[in-house]
């Protein structure tokens, strides 16, 4: 019998992550972390949101995350449902930090001059709303272009960014990624620092939270994309993973009469 307790990638595990992260660690924002000057507390998280899909369910991880007095930093696509300002203003007032999840690289396929005119626009959408002092590349894993090449031409700099959440943060980071349904999975193909070599991994929460309570590590840099949790409740994973078994067992009958 299916345990709900035993689901991963669920808020209840979401919420026990924040439990054991802000037992362990104090949260800071990129932002924060970026004007720091190396003075920063001895043991810190930087808690990092992309936000791919919708924005509704990233009310859901940041009121959590108030609960436990944990600062994080959520970065939005300038997309429709995505960008979309109460929601984004309702998190930025919950003590959050609010970045553009920017793509326009490949969106304009790989015409820079455009690609940078378009940045510029959103970020002004952006400051229109809210504070925005940081970005983060979105992967684009169907597209060929890679986002951060924009920064090969040109410089955030020079439209008031401190900095990119893979290109500014440097080397003593311990980066975990939910990417690929594990932490540092195999299957993630973009999204990791570049030059830095991937020491940890978990493959389950339960095994992040572990790590996070034996104190071995003395900071913790987390990516976490919002809306792939969900807020499920028992009845409805279960029925979702009944369907699931329902389909392959059909889909294995109908193979075995074929
Ligand atoms: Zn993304």
């Not at 959590?64 to 970065?75: M, P, R, S």
Request: with cysteine; proline share 2%; net charge neutral.
């Amino acid at each position: 019998m299916l345990n709900f307790q035993d689901l991963d990638f669920t808020t209840e595990k979401f919420r026990q992550l924040c439990s054991a992260l802000a037992e362990n660690y104090t949260s800071i924002t990129i932002e924060q972390y970026l004007n720091s000057e190396n003075n920063l507390p001895e043991c810190f998280v930087l808690m990092r949101h992309d936000v791919d899909g919708k924005a509704k369910p990233s009310l859901r991880t940041a009121l959590i995350e108030k609960e436990f007095d944990i600062h994080a930093t959520y970065y939005f696509r300038a997309k429709k449902n995505i960008y979309v300002p109460e929601i984004i203003q309702q998190i930025e007032g919950m003590g959050h930090e609010i970045g553009y999840h920017y793509e326009t690289l490949s969106d304009a396929k790989g015409d820079y001059e455009k690609a940078i005119k378009m940045f510029e626009e959103e970020v002004n959408r952006f400051r229109g709303i809210c504070t925005l002092k940081t970005i983060s590349m979105h992967g684009a894993s169907l597209s060929k272009f890679d986002n951060r090449d924009l920064w090969k031409k040109y410089d955030f700099k020079d439209f008031g960014i401190i900095g990119e959440a893979y290109l500014s943060l440097g080397e003593k980071l311990n980066y975990f990624t939910d990417t690929g349904r594990g932490w540092n999975s195999k299957y993630n193909l973009r999204d990791f620092i570049p030059g830095k070599k991937q020491k940890y991994f978990a493959d389950t929460t339960d095994e992040l939270i572990k790590l996070i309570n034996s104190g071995e590590l003395d900071n913790l840099y987390i990516t976490l994309h919002p809306d792939r949790w969900t807020s499920t409740t028992f009845r409805w994973s279960l029925f979702w993973f009944q369907d699931l078994a329902f389909n392959s067992t059909k889909r294995a009958l109908r193979m075995m009469r074929k």
